[in-house]
């Protein structure tokens, strides 16, 4: 039985992934380190705006200070809105989908992108009310591979619905190995939908989906664990 939906953000209902790697990119070649497309999507997209920052420190033999990553942060989100202005960011089908499994059951958002961020999409897009709980980088100690983010969001859906929700109960819709990664270490069915990563990119989810149309709760009640 699917007592609740938790969607990934950026690769699953908005199409940020390449303007997250522009406005990193340019925040970046402002400190002469450079980041390629292969890099950032290899390496990098799994974390948060912070762990991108200490991750490329690390690998680069940068020091940055706390003060200093918190600076690049910022300035990256803002270099983000401005790329933002002027289009649409979701994914063909986002709307429909998170419209038709709020009809079904209680669904939340479970991301490593900064909440103003998400906000931002959901209210221009008119989806914000559909979603009951919203867990964002700030939400968590850790964020995603480790399994924090999800078992926030089910934490807070719980807590809104009134009865405790099973991890087995629930479905995540990921685009990324890391995602994957952190929603089954909490229990969760997994749906990979193949914006960003090809299937062979994308071990272990339980379900492959290549469009948001085919996220039906036929499809979702269906779903069975693989292991």
């Known amino acids: 039985m699917i007592r609740a939906v ?3 953000f950026d690769g699953v209902i908005a199409n940020s992934e390449p303007l997250h790697f522009r406005a990193f990119g340019d925040v970046l070649a402002d400190e002469d380190v450079p980041l390629t497309e292969s ?28 003060r200093q990553i918190a600076d690049l942060v910022a ?20 709307v429909s989908a998170v419209r038709r499994l709020a009809a079904a059951c209680p669904l939340a958002i479970a991301s490593g992108a900064r909440r103003p961020e998400i ?4 209210d221009g897009a008119g989806l914000a009310a559909h979603f009951t709980a919203i867990v964002s980088c700030e939400d968590t100690a850790a964020g995603k591979p ?58 272990g ?7 948001l149309d085919a996220l039906t709760w036929d499809f979702l009640v269906a779903l069975r664990r693989r292991d």
């Open 119 to 122: 906000v931002r999409v959901l």
């Open 146 to 203: 480790a399994p924090d983010p999800y078992r926030r969001a089910l934490e807070l859906l719980s807590r809104a619905t009134g009865a405790p929700i099973a991890p087995g109960d629930s479905v995540a819709v990921e685009d990324s190995r890391w995602g994957i990664e952190s929603a089954r270490a909490a229990g969760m069915l997994t749906v990979a939908v193949t914006h960003t990563y090809g299937a062979a990119d994308l071990p």
């Open 39 to 66: 890099d950032y999507y290899s390496r990098y997209l799994g974390y948060d705006d912070q762990g991108v920052f200490e991750a490329i420190a690390v690998d680069r033999a940068v020091v940055w200070s706390t």
């Open 205 to 211: 989810a339980d379900a492959l989906v290549d469009h």
């Open 75 to 94: 300035r990256k989100a803002a270099r983000l809105l401005d790329l933002e202005r002027g289009g649409s960011l979701l994914f063909p089908g986002a």
């Open 6 to 8: 938790v969607f990934d």
